[in-house]
């Protein structure tokens, strides 16, 4: 168990290196970050000189040594657009793109989970096709477009909700959120509805296939033939057997949620992590978008090795094909 | 694994593919006759886009800035020309839209053959050799499962543009996109081939083979692969319509097709800021084809996959 | 809006003027909104537009420009030139920064140090000053490195600092991008003299400045008492914002948005001329273009070529499809607003595809060639659209163009000096800081890599040395028609060689609410001192 342990750690931190590697050696073709640093009138020779204050015309294995280093505490050098440290920056737009992201998902449990029960039991009623297919309608539009609609729609036309931002929001020591006010909740609905969509439509499919394969098992069957009541089975027997799964594939779809969320939050000028990483795209700031890439790579290794221990506490037969996978 | 078809070495596998059950299915199943021709349509249009669009977008001599922004043909101030409008270039929108179909369909099924290729070759090394090798591949997997497609198309993207010359960017970002999009899906096909290696390489019949001295790569090739044919092909369905999704995100955020040859994606990014303006047609339009293609793939996929599920029958 | 609501108003403005005194003590919220943040608060971190603007708010210099644009007296009373070499400031007295401590003249020869420290993007402004002496407390000598007679209107963005809190802070460097250093407390705090105090800020979300009580001029014609600023990237969203009343003003409004502002109810475009001309240009330097197929010459050093590229441009098309209407077609390099511009010399000849692609054939280049085009996609107004436009209108002479279009830091970082000038075809605008066509000459059109340092942003490489001549006369001329009539001869000989193909000035384009009165100025800064919400 200790070894196992001991392994995928050291697997862990080899590809938090790699995506650090990569990363790294990907901004170094992105553009030159200089020119969004300095105005109009500057000269060459000054923009020389600030490329070699930066240390940006050290040999590239020197660069990169001396981004792991700080990498690895935490330390992810100065934003060259904000001029502020990143790990600042992360700090303070972290609590917004979480909320969004929870707050997402919860949204596709709560909805999903009904919807692909139903869909199940009912396979054939007319309802459940409209499910599938409205699910399906809603996938088949880009998220940025579902977006623009909805703010065009509830935003510009009725006027009923905030079209950007997240409304006042409230410090609770470092963690700013916006669940306690009302313009903080209302400035949330279109936001997690855009990126909830295509969670739903997943958790709904996934709890569906999943329902449909447990009541075809026999201890499904021997309830029902128990004469337990029909609604007992489905909900609790069935439901319940299901839920392993669900559970596990939302955990690790949370890594898809946040990545999504640059979309949405780029349409909704939503002040969080994904919008901080994609103005930083734009403006060469390499800084953050390295610390971006590697936090999010830390975030998934961690989610993976949490949901890799609990499938050895649940199923002993994995503690000796350490391979993984199913 | 699914050996629905029962082989019969009678038949030719034109005769053996109308008696089959599969096919049975899909006749009797009205929404899969209507998405796939659905599916058709848009195929058969973008292939023969020249010969079908009234107009061609894509050649920049042929189309006049004083076209710019035109209603479409029932409305008021429109030209008969452009049936549904033009768009703020003074391109037709419905041809653009026939030859957008064309470049989101050529880059979905490219890049999904790419990851097929790409994921089925790693599923059956990583399941047939085991061990190590096997242990490290499906590691990489696993983080690049849950590391978001967006996000990996963007970043080697961004990559790939950074190492290739610039002059060469204009004519590869199509290529540099499909490459994109294909490693960033080629996990799920892995992992199922795999599993399926997996059972597959113990039964006796591979045993046997691989006594009387056939090559591991004959054997994967003729017995394991045709086993593993099915799930993958119902991924590969599925995948399209997110690989068509997927590049029309791209474009959004920056990284697609260049706007002069503009995909459906693109024109609907490009659409998005007319909206407000009231010239919803530049977006409106495109955007349903999008949904429509991506609908009736999305219910092919659904409805192949319950079909190739005995369980389900 | 109806009769009735409209005839309501106008009796609530009555009220609110008769109510008079009482209105500074309501509180009066402005909220607006720009595609970007100011990048730092620190007044000496960035020359940018945008960023100066803002601290314009909260910092103020020894001069302004007044919401008619003429320069005035901000902490300076008056001014003169005592020398040739030396200006004399007389400074405003009773004066005090935000946090309480007097403004004196050891505040501003502290500031004019700061200029030159090494994390300053100011040292264009540092460089006009030799030094700066302390006369007494309310007197300040500027000395410098040669006769300047216009340095007061080049003092407008040098903002005054106060010595005693950047010290007592540890911030009497300029904010450094290279970080870890201390001077960067000024890039997230600030301590001016200006009309507004900085309450919070989180940078790229939101800013709130709140109103200085104590502000010298009392006849400021604002009557905000709390300003939240939000930078929105997305046109669109910022369009929604300003529609559905969440901002109170919003810029720049993409123009095709200005009829649904028209309609919409409540909210209105605010347009003007901006000075910024929008141009093509060409590689006429190199012996081969680096992104074409023609190889072993260059086909844009034939003056014919460029010739037919100006015809088979249709800036009238641009104007009417790309632009709705909204810019000015030019036949200089300069607009209306700068000095030199000569009308008569302001003629665009009508677009002519049949002639340009005659042109071309007798050039030798009847089947046209390919280029690359290199175009922003984010910097100009529809500037994209604008290069798209004109590759469909050379493709009708048998140009082929292939559109690079790029986010302004990947195509700065491609055609600018650092990268070798890097292009072959493309599009580029420029508004020149000092309003003054000698700026726009030596940085765009004189000859490039010569001793004399012009021609920095001549990214073709166009080259007459006659121009540079010229370039050096314009620049110490002091007779007015003399120096005229030498810009003048600059742009008719830029005209005749086809140096670049000017295209239009683009419009200021701002949305506002009809609760708010504002000011636009034509360098597209907006100033919260002339900002003034409606009752």
Request: aromatic content about 10%; overall charge neutral.
């Amino acid at each position: 168990m200790f070894s196992f342990i001991a392994k995928r750690l050291v697997q862990s931190v080899l590809v938090m290196l790699t995506v650090a590697l990569i990363a790294f050696s990907l901004f170094r073709y992105v553009g030159d970050p200089i020119n969004n640093m300095v105005g109009q009138d500057t000269t060459l020779e000054e923009r020389d000189e600030l490329k070699e204050r930066l240390g940006l015309n050290d040999n590239f294995f020197i660069q990169f040594g001396r981004f792991a280093r700080n990498a690895a505490q935490a330390e992810f050098g100065f934003s060259y657009q904000h001029r502020r440290p990143v790990s600042d920056l992360i700090a303070e737009r972290m609590p917004a793109t979480l909320e969004l992201s929870l707050v997402s998902a919860l949204l596709a449990l709560v909805v999903g989970i009904p919807m692909g029960v139903y869909t199940a039991i009912r396979r054939n009623s007319w309802l459940s096709h409209a499910f599938m297919t409205m699910s399906l309608v809603g996938i088949s539009l880009p998220t940025f477009l579902i977006g623009i609609l909805l703010i065009l729609f509830f935003g510009v036309v009725l006027r009923w909700l905030p079209t950007f931002g997240r409304g006042e929001v409230v410090q609770l020591g470092w963690w700013s959120t916006g669940l306690l006010t009302a313009s903080g909740l209302k400035s949330l609905i279109m936001p997690s509805i855009t990126l909830a969509l295509f969670q739903m439509t997943l958790i709904m499919r996934l709890v569906r296939s999943e329902m449909l394969e447990v009541m075809r098992t026999d201890f499904v069957k021997f309830a029902r033939a128990r004469g337990l009541i029909e609604r007992y089975v489905n909900f609790v027997v069935a439901l319940k057997n299901t839920m392993v799964p669900v559970i596990t594939i939302t955990g690790l779809q949370l890594g898809s949620i946040i990545a999504f969320a640059i979309i949405t939050e780029s349409v909704f000028q939503w002040p969080g992590m994904g919008l901080l990483f994609i103005q930083a795209v734009s403006a060469v700031d390499i800084p953050i978008m390295a610390a971006y890439l590697v936090l999010i790579a830390f975030f998934f290794v961690v989610i993976n090795l949490i949901v890799d221990m609990l499938y050895v506490v649940v199923d002993p037969r994995l503690r000796v094909d350490s391979a993984g996978g199913h | 694994m699914s050996d629905t078809a029962a082989p019969n070495p009678n038949k030719s596998r034109f005769a053996r593919a109308l008696d089959s059950d599969l096919w049975h299915n899909f006749i009797t199943s009205p929404v899969a006759v209507i998405s796939a021709a659905l599916t058709l349509v848009f195929f058969a249009s973008a292939v023969f886009a020249p010969y079908i669009a009234p107009h061609n977008p894509f050649d920049l001599a042929t189309i006049s800035i004083m076209d710019a922004s035109l209603p479409p043909a029932w409305l008021d101030g429109s030209d008969p020309r452009f049936v549904l409008g033009t768009d703020d270039q003074g391109r037709d929108i419905f041809s653009t839209i026939i030859f957008g179909a064309r470049i989101s369909l050529f880059v979905g099924f490219a890049s999904v053959i790419f990851s097929m290729i790409l994921g089925i070759a790693l599923g059956l090394i990583s399941g047939y050799v085991g061990g190590r090798l096997d242990a490290f591949i499906m590691r990489v997997a696993d983080i690049q499962l849950s590391f978001p497609a967006i996000l990996i198309a963007l970043l080697i993207d961004g990559v790939a543009r950074g190492v290739l010359p610039r002059e060469m960017h204009h004519d590869v970002a199509i290529y540099v996109l499909i490459f994109a999009i294909g490693v960033s899906g080629w996990v799920q096909y892995a992992r199922t081939v795999r599993g399926s290696t997996l059972v597959e390489k113990n039964k006796e019949y591979v045993q046997a083979a691989r006594v009387i001295g056939i090559g591991p790569v004959i054997i994967l090739w003729r017995h394991i692969l045709p086993n593993v044919m099915g799930p993958v092909l119902v991924i590969a369905t599925i995948h399209l319509a997110i690989a068509v999704i997927t590049e029309a995100t791209l474009s959004f955020l920056g990284v697609g097709v260049p706007p002069t040859t503009p995909s459906l994606g693109t024109l609907i990014r490009i659409g998005n800021d007319f909206l407000f303006s009231g010239e919803w047609w530049i977006t409106i339009f495109p955007g349903i084809a999008l949904v429509l293609l991506v609908l009736a793939i999305n219910l092919l996929g659904d409805w192949l996959r319950d079909a190739l599920n005995p369980k389900l029958r | 809006m109806t009769k009735l609501s409209k005839s309501l108003k106008a009796f609530l403005v009555g009220t609110s003027v008769l109510a008079g005194a009482a209105t500074a003590a309501n509180a009066e919220t402005f909220r607006w909104a720009f595609q970007g943040d100011a990048q730092t608060l620190d007044p000496h971190g960035l020359f940018e537009t945008f960023t100066l603007g803002f601290q314009g708010n909260v910092y103020e210099g020894l001069v302004k420009r007044n919401d008619k644009m003429e320069m005035v007296g901000a902490l300076a009373e008056s001014w003169e030139n005592i020398e040739p070499t030396v200006w004399r400031f007389k400074l405003r007295q009773g004066v005090k920064f935000h946090d309480g401590s007097d403004f004196k003249s050891d505040d501003v020869v502290f500031s004019v140090n700061r200029l030159n420290t090494e994390g300053s993007d100011m040292k264009v402004v540092a460089g006009l000053i030799k030094e700066a002496k302390v006369v007494d407390d309310y007197t300040v000598d500027i000395i410098t490195p040669a006769p300047n007679p216009i340095l007061p209107n080049q003092f407008e963005i040098f903002y005054i600092m106060d010595k005693q809190w950047a010290e007592a802070n540890k911030t009497t460097e300029a904010t450094n991008v290279k970080g870890g250093d201390e001077g960067n407390h000024a890039n997230l705090n600030a301590n001016g003299t200006g009309p507004f105090i900085v309450k919070s800020r989180q940078t790229g979300v939101k800013t709130v400045l709140v109103r200085n009580p104590d502000y010298w001029d009392k006849n400021m014609k604002s009557n905000i008492t709390e300003a939240i600023f939000t930078p929105i990237a997305q046109d669109a969203t910022r369009v929604a914002a300003l529609i559905s009343g969440n901002v109170d003003m919003a810029y720049p409004m993409p123009v095709q948005d200005w009829k649904r502002l028209d309609e919409a109810d409540g909210v209105k475009p605010l347009a003007g001329p901006e000075a910024r001309t929008i141009f093509l240009g060409f590689d006429q330097l190199r012996d081969e273009l680096t992104a074409s197929n023609i190889k072993g010459k260059n086909p844009f050093k034939d003056v014919r070529v460029r010739k037919a590229f100006y015809m088979a441009i249709d800036v009238e098309a641009i104007k009417d499809k790309v632009m709705r209407g909204a810019s000015i077609p030019s036949g200089l390099m300069i607009a209306p607003q700068v000095n030199g511009f000569n009308a008569k010399l302001n003629v665009r000849a009508p677009a002519d595809p049949a002639g340009a692609k005659k042109l071309m054939a007798d050039a030798g280049y009847g089947d046209g060639f390919e280029v690359t085009m290199d175009c922003p996609n984010d910097r100009y107004v529809n500037d994209e659209q604008i290069c798209q436009a004109s590759a469909a209108m050379l493709a009708k002479i048998g140009v082929k163009v292939n559109l690079l279009a790029q986010t302004k830091s990947k195509y700065f970082g491609k055609v600018l000096a650092q990268n070798n000038y890097d292009t072959s075809f493309f599009l580029l605008g420029w508004t020149p800081s000092t309003f003054d066509s000698h700026n726009v000459i030596s940085s765009l059109i004189a000859c490039r890599g010569g001793e004399d340092k012009l021609g920095a942003f001549n990214l073709g490489g166009y080259c007459n040395p006659k121009i540079n001549e010229l370039t050096a006369k314009i620049q110490s001329e002091t007779d007015q028609a003399k120096r005229q009539a030498m810009i003048d001869e600059v742009w008719q000989i830029h005209a005749d060689e086809v140096g670049h193909i000017p295209l239009h000035q683009q419009p200021l384009s701002w949305g506002v609410s009809d609760k708010v009165d504002v000011v636009q100025r034509p360098d597209n800064q907006f100033d919260l001192r002339y900002a003034v919400v409606n009752k």
